[in-house]
């Protein structure tokens, strides 16, 4: 690829924009077009897709989903939004970083031209990103579960032994496991799945990103066109106590969103789940699946339990996002201030004291 770069705006589904998805060595499954677009959809926001070309040829891309105030940010149902750049196969690696390099960059200062406030997340050396620190983006790591499905033995030996042990009790129990269809998915099962979610998220203390109305069009968007599946575990009453929603590609596919009651933990039915999701995608050609996230402490104990390896996710602020004030940052600050003040009033105490 020779010539000047110019960044332009693509159709979601462009065709060599889903060439480079295709092939790119950052890409994952929630690059996948329809994905990126249900994101948006479902919550209010919009996609964009920048494409950098070399005359006729596209040297690389960008899917956003933009939020009404036009902040960019990661979607659980699009989770990586960083560029990819095309291949360039047989390439030095010096040439190739030097064009990766210059290619996500055109794309990311086109980006933030249009929207200032960017958070990016990609795999590891999916791009030279070293000039865009240098440039003021604020990089730092967050972490996933990737599960080898490629043996489906050998991934039942690296669950932890009393994981297995639930998913036996759930199935002695009576619970469960069945794909919906997009012909199921009705408004009561939407009204379920909504809520579970919620009380997931919740009970990690994040906010919803899909409210009813949104895994409405979700659901409708995703299974009808057989982008995702969602796979639900029903109690022996026949209500639905857990769910998961996956993406359908391979051979690598994704956790896109789940939920689950606090009894379904408990009593396994969360349990033989999982293991029953990765069993069929299993079957169905899948070698290996992003658990969508590894948190740390309590809340992350059920899924390391599934005895995944432990993998990076590099995460890219732009310069313009790391000035802007998060809620997490307010709660920080002020939590700050609460301490100083306590600090000041045993002080004077002590002071008075003596």
Known sequence: MTGALSVVELDVDDAAWRQIVDTATGSSPFHHPRLVRAAA?????????????????LAGGIAAVVSPGGSVLPRSLAAFNGPLVAAMPGAHPRARHRHESTVAGALLDELVRRHPRVSLRMRPGTVDIRGLVERGWVPSLSFTYHLDLSDLSLAWRRVDDNRRRLVRRAEHLGYEVREVSAAD??????????????????SYGTPVELDRAGWRVALASLLGSR?????????PRGDLVAFVLVSASVPSAAVLASGA????????????????????????????????GARSGPHGRFKASFGGELVERWELRSPEQTTVPTWGSIVRRAATGVRSDVRRLRTLRQERSW
């Open 227 to 235: 982008v995702a599946r969602l796979f639900a575990t029903a109690d």
């Open 185 to 202: 998915a009705d408004g009561r099962l939407v009204d379920r799945v909504a809520r579970l979610h919620a009380q997931q998220q919740a």
């Open 41 to 57: 959809s479902s919550t209010g926001c919009r996609s964009v897709v920048l494409g950098a070309r070399r005359g006729t040829e």
């Open 261 to 292: 009651e606090r009894s379904a933990l408990d009593d396994g039915a969360a349990a033989l789940l999982r293991w029953e999701v990765f069993r069929q995608v299993s079957g169905d050609g899948v070698r290996v699946l992003d658990l969508n």
